[in-house]
């Protein structure tokens, strides 16, 4: 099923869409299913991060400007404001997958769906596209962080579709938290320094950041952003058809902290 409506986003002004996407799904009376959501603007940017303070808005636009700035010498050559859009659309992505449940998203109590407009202001579509499911599994994976960094939970993960005995379907991961995200990378050590390394380069924990819990916390809303907050593969022959040599990690920001990971597992 594909619905849309139209929105008007502003010039790097942050909007919660959460009301709007539950709107739409009271309308067509779905209940339960995978559903993609998305901007209509190959300049924006859609992300889960935190629906206390708007300010973590502007600190997101902040940290992608620094990182991305809006240059003059582009190849591209529409406009400097489309040019470094279309970059850290790219970067963070202008669609989420999300699991719907009983005519809700299934969302943290800290999280919001945000779009981000980097050359408005737009008019865009938002978009829906849903898959209805009633054949699903649903079970939680409990993380205790020591420490920021990658933990994998990928044995986690295997275990529980040797135990549900899932054959084939799919398998959707949600971390349901504004400073942690899910990962799909090598397994390597080295990778995974270089990951951190790379992260805490981009967003430093700082302490002029807007949003003024602590300056872990207000940086890792952004670094949530930068990695995700979900994951989609596919189960066959009961294996996890990951990738060669992949791991799934999952991604503390805020730590030491007692997280959770859900898993909904679509049964063919």
């Not at 737009?122 to 898959?131: A, D, F, G, R, Y």
């Not at 058809?241 to 991604?251: D, P, Q, S």
Request: with cysteine; hydrophobic share 35%; aromatic share 8%.
């Amino acid at each position: 099923m594909f619905v849309e409506t139209e929105i008007i986003l502003e010039s790097k002004k942050g909007l919660k869409l959460t009301e709007e996407v539950e709107k739409l799904l009271q309308k067509e009376k779905i209940k339960n299913g995978l559903m993609w959501v998305k901007v209509n603007s190959p300049t924006a940017i859609l992300t889960l991060t935190n629906t206390f303070d708007n300010r973590t808005y502007d600190d997101i636009v902040d940290v992608m400007d620094k990182n991305c700035p809006t240059l003059v010498q582009y190849d591209t050559k529409v406009s400097p404001f489309d040019s470094s859009g279309r970059i850290k659309s790219s970067m963070v992505g202008n669609h989420l997958t999300l699991w719907v449940e009983n005519g809700k998203c299934m969302l943290g109590s800290s999280q919001a769906i945000v779009a981000i407009e980097f050359d408005g202001p737009k008019k865009v579509n938002l978009e829906l596209e849903i898959v209805t499911s009633n054949h699903f599994e649903k079970d939680m994976i409990k993380v205790d962080t020591q420490q920021h960094g990658l933990h994998d939970v990928t044995e986690d993960i295997r275990h529980i579709v040797e135990q549900n005995k899932i054959n084939s379907g799919f398998a959707y991961l949600f971390v349901p938290h504004s400073t942690s995200g899910i990962w799909l990378a090598e397994e390597s050590k080295e990778f995974i320094d270089l990951t951190k390394c790379l992260l805490d380069r981009m967003v430093p924990e700082i302490a002029n950041f807007k949003h003024r819990e602590t300056p872990s916390d207000a940086a890792g809303h952004i670094k949530t952003s930068l990695a995700g907050t979900f994951l989609l593969f596919k189960i066959d022959e009961g294996k996890c058809l990951i990738g060669e040599n992949k791991r799934i990690y999952f991604m503390e920001f805020d730590g030491p902290r007692s997280r959770k990971i859900q898993m909904v597992t679509l049964i063919k």
